[in-house]
């Protein structure tokens, strides 16, 4: 199965932009790559998702290398709402496998 | 509220007793899912099903036991519980899987149910 590798913790300030790595070197041809948060206290909700091309949304946008080994979740303007576990996650073409690693604990500083 | 509504939101328990946690959606998914959350832990993928059908149990031991009577709802019934047991256990559900393209569905959590069991 492919796998995710993320950093442990970040941190970042109030208002400025948050860009969280993630690594997956073994990802195949058809593997869509998921952004998902938890917030404290609550299930984990869906950020954005992509399979080659670069993603926006009102929540984020979604930055894939050119040869799918690594990804990056942009947050242009954090803010004290959006410290939260955030997962990157693998999701095979027929929706086969969604399993959630450790994840990346963001704090927001004010 | 996310669609996905988990009843109960907290729930103590003896090893002895017998419980059961219910999820229910209404986004018209086919697919639905538990998964349990431990102190520190990434979440576990415990059950899937599928169009009612139960697809994937990870090795997950029979004092668990899932029910799907209808693509909208899903139970996990709880019994003969151990303290290590105790965890947030979330549902979620996706329109399907097992379908080409599919993997571009997402996921729709619930708040979770947390379990204590004494």
């Known amino acids: 199965d492919a796998k995710t590798t993320q950093p442990n913790s970040m941190e970042s300030n109030e208002e400025e932009p948050v860009h969280l790595p993630c690594n997956h070197s073994t990802i195949s041809g058809t593997d869509y790559i998921h952004w998902y948060r938890q917030l404290p206290s609550q299930g984990p909700e869906y950020v954005i998702h992509g399979l080659t091309s670069n993603v926006n949304n009102r929540m984020a946008s979604l930055a894939i290398a050119e040869d799918r080994k690594s990804s990056t979740l942009i947050l242009h303007r954090a803010t004290l709402r959006d410290a939260a576990v955030y997962y990157c996650i693998l999701r095979d073409y027929n929706n086969n496998d969604m399993r959630f690693g450790a994840g990346t604990r963001l704090t927001v500083k004010p | 509220e996310t669609g996905v509504t988990q009843t109960p939101r907290h729930l103590v328990m003896g090893m002895t007793n017998k419980k059961s946690l219910k999820c229910e959606q209404h986004?018209?998914?086919?697919?639905m899912y538990w998964y349990k959350q431990s102190a520190k832990k990434p979440l576990e993928l415990m059950f899937v099903?599928?169009?009612?059908?139960?697809?994937e149990n990870n090795s997950v031991p029979s004092r668990f036991s899932p029910e799907c009577p209808n693509s909208s709802h899903l139970f996990l019934h709880l019994h003969t519980l151990q303290p290590e047991d105790s965890a947030l256990y979330l549902c979620?559900?996706?329109?399907?899987?097992?379908?080409?393209?599919?993997?571009?569905?997402?996921?729709?959590f619930g708040a979770g149910s947390r379990l204590t069991v004494l």
């Open positions: 979620a559900s996706s329109l399907d899987r097992g379908e080409p393209n599919s993997g571009a569905n997402v996921l729709t």
């Open positions: 986004l018209g998914h086919n697919a």
């Open positions: 099903y599928n169009f009612k059908e139960q697809t």
